[in-house]
């Protein structure tokens, strides 16, 4: 068991809590705060044993790597997906451009130059 030294939102005091989970200072935990109720809270110490001033405990350690990945994994996505969409949009010019050599000679001549600009 470790005594752990937590800082609440908008707080300036720090109160002592008996922690039994690995935790390290910089984590969020969440104590069962005696106005406010299940609160989260952020670790500022953490020491082994129990100090006289904890004599409540941490309901539980913040975990929230599952959720960060979630986080990176969408804005991944999102990423692909813009560039999925600039893909799409490139070949539908180029679709276009392409009906109207068919169908244009003049069309066909200024695309060939482009053509030959872009090589």
Avoid: H, W
């Avoid at 039994?20 to 953490?46: H, L, S, W």
């Avoid at 799409?88 to 276009?96: D, F, L, Y």
């Amino acid at each position: 068991m470790k005594t752990v030294t937590v800082k609440f939102p908008k707080s300036v005091d720090m109160y002592d809590y008996m922690c039994p989970d690995p935790v390290k200072a910089g984590q969020i935990v969440v104590v069962d705060a005696p106005r406010t109720g299940y609160t989260c809270a952020e670790v500022m110490k953490v020491e082994d044993g129990i100090s006289a001033r904890a004599y409540k405990r941490v309901v539980c350690v913040v975990d929230d790597t599952r959720y960060k990945a979630a986080l990176e994994a969408e804005a991944s996505r999102q990423q692909i997906i813009a560039e999925l969409r600039k893909i799409e949009e490139n070949v539908r010019e180029e679709e276009r451009l392409r009906y109207l050599a068919d169908k244009d000679p003049r069309a066909k001549d200024l695309i060939e130059r482009l053509d030959k600009l872009a090589a």
